[in-house]
């Protein structure tokens, strides 16, 4: 397996600037998805792990995927999520417990879902069979390395997350997102490339960029986090979002 900071490389270039100039994250990882299902050259079939709500949220940006495919499948596990009518096939189940036939996926992507894995090993092995030959995955999530992961596994062992977010943004499912258990086990380059072995190549992109996490701060903390992502980036420290690609 070959392993590439993909921020050094000048074909990632344009992704990482308009992070920096203040783009949303979906939009940006929607166009790196959609890159690579045009490059292959046909009606790609298209695996969404994790793919209640949208991407990311967005359900435009979603349907926007699944124009690009022959065939577009859909996983998700909570039952309470109503999945879209653009889906050709789907399960309510765990990847790693989906029947999906082995070798039929040429594309598949997840977002904000390999914070979550409290056994990551069996979604990679997953993964890695249910990809044909040269096919793609796409992963964005929280960067590990960064002091928000740290903050939110805290939260969440100590049961303070569900409450804080719901005084900071609403209720959940409702006015915010869904907050599983976090457990970060596959979230840095190093833990993936132990998981992600029997892969020809493994890339990573880190986004980072003043105010990045202020979303999940109160107001009179966002200049203290504006202040540590300054002196981050001036450092080359990480920043909050780790993009991933692996390829079969």
Known sequence: MS?????????WVPYLRRYRDGEWRDRIFRD??????????R??????????????????????IADLADH??????DPEIPLADYFDETHRALFEKALIRPGSIDLAFAVM??????????????????LREGGVFWAMTVDGRHPFARASR??????????????????????RYEDYPVYYRTNTPAQVRCHAA????????????????????PRPLRPLADSWDRRAIRHGRPGTLLVIRAVK
């Open 198 to 217: 029997r892969f020809r190549s493994v890339e990573f992109i880190n986004l980072s960029r003043v105010g990045q996490w202020n979303a999940y701060l």
């Open 154 to 175: 805290w939260a969440d062992r100590l049961r303070l997350k569900s409450r804080y977010l719901s005084l900071l943004h609403g209720e959940r499912g409702i006015e």
């Open 32 to 41: 790196m998805v959609a890159d690579d299902a045009r490059r292959m050259g």
């Open 43 to 64: 009606g790609p079939t298209i695996l969404d792990i994790g793919c209640g709500r949208g991407l990311d949220g967005s359900v435009p940006l979603q349907q926007s």
């Open 72 to 77: 577009y499948i859909g996983i998700e596990p």
């Open 113 to 130: 879902v390999l914070e979550h894995l409290p056994s990551p090993q069996g979604f990679w092995e997953k993964l890695w069979e249910s």
């Open 3 to 11: 392993t590439a900071q993909m921020d050094v490389s000048a074909e």
